[in-house]
């Protein structure tokens, strides 16, 4: 997450999302006191800004003096399919090279470790991780007021550049692992398919994604969280 002050704006980053890329061309617009203040214990323990879920995130803003609902809040999501494929290929790949496991918590250490036991079937089956909207919602309700898709990113840059009013570049970004990038291929039966549509329902409405690659008609968080309410 990267909240900035000076053009009041919260990007709410998610995992396997070009997280990296993302946070890098945010990054220099970051208020550092008031990201120290309300992820104060994250960041001791982390040592980096991270991922955050926006639970408590608002109201730790009220508590420095800002209101959130003057900020604009926005985030990215990816093909849930396509999202899938590259979490198993790099947690394989993390869990069988221990140096990457080297910033892992020993709380979440045996999980990173399991993943390298788990089969494609298995991890379809047991282990598919939090669907992208975890990390764009609270509790209550409370969600990011814009969401992007990553398949558009140049538009997506460019509109938020507008909305900043600042100059942007699009990040280039590259896979963290080495896979076929038609993520169709891993998939080797519809229930295989629909597995991932049933656990990210929630992305797949955010996106309009179709796990043909092709997209249909995407929701607002808002009406899917009134929705499932």
Known sequence: MVISTS????????PKVASRALRSLFEPFIDEAVMDSVFKNSRAKSGN???HNPVGVRRKMRKVGLDPDGFFWF???RNPWDRTVSR????HERAANPAMLVNVSEKHMDYHQSMIHLSWEDYLEKALYFPQSHWLRDKQGVVVERVFRMECLPDAIREIAARLGCDLDVPPVQGATERDRDYRKYFENDRQIELVARHYAEDVLLGGYRFDGSFGESYDLRRIVSRNA
């Open 88 to 91: 198993y290929k790099f947690e």
């Open 75 to 77: 985030g990215f999501v």
């Open 49 to 51: 800004i991270g991922f």
């Open 7 to 14: 053009h009041r704006f919260v990007y709410c980053a998610v």
